[in-house]
């Protein structure tokens, strides 16, 4: 639990999720249970912007049956990455970016997925999001991959004040000890897949409630620090009424 000087309990917090979650110990080198190809996961990441995971997890199979490689990757013809990768979305602008990827990765470094930070984010396509993930899950190496959920998260539990996910990255960084890095993302990602949402938190079932001042706020009938995650007003019984007759979403119905 966050103390009264403002420390937090990393380690239970931690360890609460992995238990929530069947994650095992958090404290197990990463790549022993999750071993991932570097350029798979570079490139994946970039697919998976803006679009769901398992559209992403069906494009990426297809892809790398296809291509598994940069030296495939860099020869491939558009107009068959982009039928690959169709299901995506913005899948023209993401074949170009793979495939130029692909090319400076053997013009520039040798076909080897950099190990670094700063060179990955040299590359076509790549932010500091996609950096982080090759870093994580394809090295083992710590980094803090910052997505929509890690983001929302981080400010629900009260670890940052930030606006964007970068200056969530770069909060995260000057706060949470090194060693803890690695297993943030992915729990936190399951976390705001599962019970910790964009709208309506499940904060009764949540097992770092106790950790939360937006989960202690809302039990308390207080308001929460981020004005969005206050509890909506009920509607009025005219707003339920003209509800049902615009059908879902206040839309009329299609008959």
């Known amino acids: 639990m966050t103390g009264p000087s403002g420390a937090v309990d990393w380690e239970g917090i931690l360890d609460r999720l992995a238990a929530y979650y069947h994650a095992g110990d958090f404290r197990v080198p990463y790549l022993r249970d999750h071993a991932e190809d570097p350029f798979q996961v570079l490139i994946g990441t970039i697919l998976s912007q803006r679009t769901r995971d398992e559209n992403t997890d069906r494009a990426s199979a297809a892809l790398f049956a296809a291509y598994p490689d940069a030296v495939r990757l860099a020869r491939a013809p558009l107009p068959r990455l982009e039928r690959l990768i169709h299901a995506t979305g913005f899948y023209r602008t993401k074949a170009r970016l793979i495939r130029a990827c692909a090319r400076e990765l053997l013009d520039r470094f040798g076909g080897v997925v950099p190990r670094e930070l700063e060179a990955l984010t040299t590359l076509p ?47 995260l960084r000057r706060r949470v000890p090194e060693r ?73 119905g299609r008959r």
């Open 180 to 252: 803890y890095w690695i297993p943030i993302n992915p729990l936190l990602v399951q976390h705001g897949q599962n019970l910790c949402g964009p709208h309506r938190p499940r904060c009764p079932a949540c097992p770092i409630r106790d950790d939360c001042v937006t989960g202690r706020a809302l039990s308390e009938g207080r308001r929460p620090p981020r004005a969005e995650d206050a509890p909506s007003p009920r509607p009025s019984a005219r707003a339920g009424r003209r509800a049902n007759i615009l059908g879902p979403a206040g839309s009329r």
């Open 125 to 171: 396509g790549v932010g500091p999001k996609t950096a982080n993930c090759v870093l994580v899950f394809g090295y083992g190496i710590p980094g803090m991959p910052v997505d929509t959920h890690v983001h929302r998260i981080a400010n629900r539990l009260g670890w940052v004040r930030t606006r964007t996910p970068e200056e969530t990255e770069a909060a």
